[in-house]
């Protein structure tokens, strides 16, 4: 991506947060990127192993609740007609590299920080979906999955953050003030809904009855 050089004084960097500078969001995107696109790449070797073997034991499955061998066998794991893991790889591929450039001292155009803002708020609305299938209908849980799910939160928060700041996205001052205060409360708080949902509906699993 081409991109001109930035310094580490650039003044449109000046009143932004820290965290959503170039270096430190450059190295957030590449580790929460990384941690994510090696939990993808490995449901998709897992995906691969299956279809060798349906009835392979895959390297999550922990047992009837806790297996991504379950997940994986079901058709919310291929909603566009293949595994999703391989939309992950692609994905979280992109992120990694925003991360690299950004920490390389490019700075990237508008169009392409519009169409990141459109990718991962699509992705957190897929992301949304799954966790409502896998707790709710499926009631299976798949490891791998939820380090997606644990990495994406910060990632659509923090690059809104980050759009709002830098003018990508218009917005009063006033809701830029407050994201950029709160952001890490509001990942906190989703962090512990998404837990809380997880809890309740497998209590019984996992705090079986002595009666």
């Known amino acids: 991506m081409p991109g001109t050089a930035v310094s580490t004084s650039d003044p449109i960097e000046l009143g932004k947060p820290a965290m959503v500078r170039a270096k430190p969001f450059g190295w957030f995107l ?3 990127g990384a941690i994510a696109w090696i939990a993808s790449f490995t449901l998709v070797l897992d995906r691969l192993k299956l279809y060798a073997n349906p009835d392979a034991a895959v390297s999550c499955d922990f047992n009837s609740w806790i297996s991504c061998g379950s997940v994986m066998k079901t058709p919310q794991a291929a909603v ?9 790889v692609a994905a979280f591929a992109i992120v990694i590299t925003t991360g690299v450039v950004l920490l390389a001292g490019a700075r ?3 169009w392409y920080w519009l169409g990141l803002q459109a990718g991962i708020t699509a992705g957190m609305a897929v992301i949304g979906w799954f966790w409502f299938q896998a707790v709710y209908v499926l009631a299976v849980l798949c490891p791998y999955c939820m380090i997606v799910w644990a990495m994406m939160i910060p990632l659509f928060v923090w690059i ?15 809701l830029t003030k ?9 990942v906190g708080l ?15 699993l996992i705090l079986p009855s002595n009666a």
Do not use: C, D, Q
């Open 190 to 204: 989703i962090y512990i809904a998404t837990l809380a949902s997880i809890f309740f509906k497998f209590m019984h």
């Open 80 to 88: 566009l007609g293949f595994p999703n893991p391989f939309i992950g």
């Open 108 to 110: 990237m155009s508008r």
């Open 160 to 174: 809104t953050v980050r759009n709002l700041n830098y003018g990508v996205i218009p917005a009063p001052a006033a």
């Open 178 to 186: 407050f994201l950029n205060e709160w952001a890490w409360v509001i």
């Open 30 to 32: 590449l580790i929460t």
